[in-house]
Nanobody, 120 residues
Framework: VQLQASGGGLVQAGDSLRLSCAASERTFSSNAMGWFRQAPGKEREFVSAITRSGSSTYYSDSVKGRFTISRDNAQNTVYLQMNSLKPEDTAVYYC??????????????WGQGTQVTVSS
């Protein structure tokens, strides 16, 4: 499975961005999907995940209420709508796919990352 993330950019605090992640395989609907991020000098951290059908979603406490994950299985794409962005959201954002459950510690496939920079 190849994943292509896009939609990052430079925004001001309080702005919104929508990240997209397109998958190469028609088996996309068989994968739970997640978004992770890594800020400079920090470890990669979980941001959000969604089940295969999209019926359940998960968020880290730091983004809950501001970010929304969704997916379109017909388009093989997962989205991350990010609202009320804060400078501490600055990071490279990665999408990932897993054959397991969305909260699993191990994801099987990773995209290349897209940079999100939030200025104060």
């Amino acid at each position: 499975v190849q994943l292509q993330a896009s939609g990052g950019g430079l925004v001001q605090a309080g702005d919104s961005l929508r990240l997209s992640c397109a998958a190469s395989e028609r088996t996309f609907s068989s994968n739970a999907m997640g978004w992770f991020r890594q800020a400079p000098g920090k470890e990669r951290e979980f941001v959000s995940a969604i089940t295969r059908s999209g019926s359940s979603t998960y968020y880290s406490d730091s983004v809950k209420g501001r970010f929304t994950i969704s997916r379109d299985n017909a388009q093989n794409t997962v989205y991350l709508q990010m609202n009320s962005l804060k400078p501490e959201d600055t990071a490279v954002y990665y999408c990932a796919a897993t054959w397991g459950i969305p909260t699993a510690p191990h994801y099987d496939y990773w995209g290349q990352g897209t940079q999100v920079t939030v200025s104060s």
